[in-house]
């Protein structure tokens, strides 16, 4: 049944507190999804996960509003957080399955990190800085991201006796160094980008069952430069 009409001078309250917030966030979503549809983003899981973990956790507070827009942030240390349709691209070009063990290489804010848990991934993040390594882990904490295990180090160095079923490079190179192909087991995969004629392509690299690398170039993205080594400071 509906409720009586309100009398003259009678102001209806929401029904709980914080309910226009909740609209707002919800509705602040719905837009943030709908934006990632309209750049061709179809993948229902990647789509899922991304509507799932609230990026206005990872951002830098000034920059909170601008959380669910399809932008890139700064971040502390020089570094950048990835445009949500990029991450996106790259995501649904990894093909992250249950259950798959995936090595992030440049952990950032955290975001991609608890995105790719949330489909399912056990993470190994590996970030050269320090603080934002430090940043990047309570930001997991707060949205209990689940299978994450974050390390301070160079991503792009010989790994003896590991294997990974997925590799992310969070960023762009003039090649893809053979000390990181040589961690995909068979029928893994990498997704990171190549610098080419000075723009990032999108590059994904499948290991077969042969062992053979097969390299396939995409799209243009917008990324920042992957830099090896470990940060002496910061």
């Known amino acids: 049944m509906t409720g009586a009409p309100p009398r003259p001078g009678q102001i209806d309250l929401p029904l709980f507190p914080g309910a226009d917030h909740w609209e707002e966030e919800a509705i602040g979503v719905a837009s943030f999804i709908l934006s990632l549809r309209a750049r061709g983003i179809r993948d229902t899981a990647v789509l899922r996960a991304m509507e799932l973990v609230p990026r206005e956790v990872f ?17 502390p240390c020089g570094q950048t957080m990835t445009s949500p349709g990029t991450v996106a691209a790259m995501l649904v070009a990894l093909g992250v399955g249950q259950g798959q ?9 955290g975001y991609v990190t608890a995105v790719l848990a949330k489909l399912g991934a056990e993470v190994h993040s590996v970030e050269r800085f320090n603080t934002l390594a430090e940043s990047a882990a309570q930001h997991l904490r707060i949205v209990e ?4 295990r974050i390390e301070i180090g160079d991503g792009l160095a010989t790994r003896p006796r590991e294997r990974f079923d997925r590799i992310l490079l969070n960023g762009a190179g003039a090649e893809i160094p053979s000390a990181v192909t040589s961690l995909l087991g068979p029928g893994g995969r990498l997704v990171g980008a190549l610098t080419v004629d000075g723009l990032p392509r999108l590059v994904r690299v499948d ?15 917008r990324l920042s430069p992957l830099v090896s080594g470990i940060a002496s400071t910061l």
């Open 101 to 109: 063990r995936v090595l992030e290489v440049g952990t950032g804010s």
């Open 59 to 75: 951002a830098p507070r000034r920059f909170t509003d601008l959380s669910r827009t399809d932008v890139a942030l700064p971040l």
């Open 145 to 148: 991201a689940g299978k994450v």
């Open 207 to 221: 290991r077969l069952e042969d062992g053979e690398l097969r390299q396939e170039l995409g799209a243009t993205l």
